[in-house]
């Protein structure tokens, strides 16, 4: 008997679930678990999506196979057609496409619910060892994870594809064969078709076993996060220039852990903003780490970039990662005014008169100041302090070709005026 009533217990009080219908008999098990449950117990609404991934011709009828069975079942199904984007792996690219199709339709508090089993659990741990992957890695599928404003959760790792499937032909359940999951040159289909019958046969208990050394490896690597959560708490740092709306490190706290501390913070913390760098590129942490202090180091990863200043790591993504340039006029300057892909700007105090611009930083700039006559840009800019990566897009305010104002450095303002900018968060880089 497969039990999901405890095992979603703590979800009973979300707003809806919602099952990932592929066709196949792990999810046709699980919407006909649950729209059978939703009969004899109190539960959110149900729903079902199903994603069209429009990879291979016999796909096309899957979305009329599921209609029909939500049809049966009285549940409610949404079909969702997405492309996939080319790359080396078809796999990866069908998952990611599918799960920010999720991603984006679940409201918040929302449950999305996989069907995921035992093999499959034991086959990405399999899968991920060959690889290489780290402790992170080897934890597999957790049960669940944020996913989008909801919650992805997997109720059924617990469970053998053999329940799955006696299940479902007790219930004379008819479900979907995808033809591609027998073809072996996909990674996975090689281990579950070529790799594991041998296994089985002189471990019957493999599945079972490798399931459950990823939950051993999961909660090791909880103590990790906790550890990672100390580390982190004493190495936040208030920002010298709270405006910029960045997230930054105290340097000099992470060079007082071990490496592999080092990299155990580090991975915690660039896990909510990047894909994750694999060993061989955490060279570039070191080198930003060890850089001499004049230097203006940069770690490069997919979703954003690490940058070093006055002791502290930055980190840049979105608009950030792009530099603004050319000139913007500004033809009501009582009204705030949207930069190009560096946020906006606004005037306070005694406006100025004439024709205004907003530029950028060519070099060679220079600032009548009150008492001190004109000064060069660059001097004054180092005198602030402000980080180097934010000097080349810092909104300077022109009348014609004087330059009257740098943006949030109030001495730095040739008249009773002040130049405001709300500059662009990096919150596109946060998954």
Partial sequence: MIDLHTKLAPYLNAPSWTIALSGGLDSTVLLHLLATLSRQQTLPPIRAIHIHHGLQAAADAWPDHCQRLCDGLGVELQ?????VSPGPSIEQGAREARYAAFAQVMGAGEILLTGQHREDQAETLLFRLLRGAGLRGLSAMPAQRPLGQGMLVRPLLGVSRNELRRYAQAQQLTWIEDPSNDDTQFSRNYLRHQVFPVLLQRWPQTAQNLARSAEHLSEAQGLLDELALEDLARAATAAPFGWLGLDLLDLEVLRQLSPARQRNALQHWLAQRTRLPDSRHWA?????RDAASDGRPVWRLTDGELH????????????????PSGQQLWVEPGKPLVLSRNGSVSLSGTLPQGSLHIAYRQGGETLAINGRGQ???KRL???SQLP??????????????????????PGLSQGDW???WHAPTSEQGLR
């Fill in 79 to 83: 079909i969702i057609r997405v492309e």
């Fill in 284 to 288: 570039g942490w070191d080198a930003l």
């Fill in 308 to 323: 070093r200043s006055s002791e502290r790591i930055w980190w840049l993504a979105g608009d950030w990662l792009s530099v």
């Fill in 375 to 377: 000064r060069d840009l």
């Fill in 381 to 383: 800019l180092n005198e």
């Fill in 388 to 409: 180097p990566f934010v000097r080349a897009r810092l909104p300077l305010l022109y009348c014609g070709e004087q330059l009257l104002a740098v943006a949030n450095l």
């Fill in 418 to 420: 002040q130049l405001h």
